[in-house]
Nanobody, 125 residues
Framework: QVQVVESGGGLVQAGGSLRLSCTAF????????VGWFRQAPGKEREGVSC????????TYADSVKGRFTISRDDAKNTLYLQMHALQSEDTNMYYC??????????????????WGQGTQVTVSS
């Protein structure tokens, strides 16, 4: 059974930094594309960043380019999202997404995804 667990969210002042982590259990992590999505109450889920199963390709939402960095440590089955220069608009629940299919180079965020329970990021202005 696959389990996806996020951590690292919290409250931070505008301009500050946070690092999110996501560890997946029960699958060959290095063969799956992984990424981050976020969703605020009453809004649609938004793709933030994705890193392919081979470490590429890497994609970012325009709103986070230059501020967020995604990385993965396959030896630890862990995905990271380093966030700098946080803005109030980044306040969201952040979800880790693991593609169910191996060797797929993208994060669709569709039903073909394993999801974590989410970690809350709150940026105070």
């Amino acid at each position: 059974q696959v389990q996806v667990v996020e951590s690292g969210g919290g409250l931070v002042q505008a301009g500050g930094s946070l690092r999110l982590s996501c560890t997946a259990f029960g699958l060959n992590f290095d063969l799956h594309s992984v990424g981050w999505f976020r969703q605020a109450p009453g809004k649609e889920r938004e793709g933030v960043s994705c890193i392919g199963w081979a470490g590429a390709p890497i994609t970012y939402a325009d709103s986070v380019k230059g501020r967020f960095t995604i990385s993965r440590d396959d030896a630890k089955n862990t995905l990271y999202l380093q966030m700098h220069a946080l803005q109030s608009e980044d306040t969201n629940m952040y979800y880790c997404a693991v593609s169910r299919q191996r060797f797929v180079p993208s994060c669709s965020g569709s039903s073909d995804t394993y999801w974590g329970q989410g970690t809350q990021v709150t940026v105070s202005s």
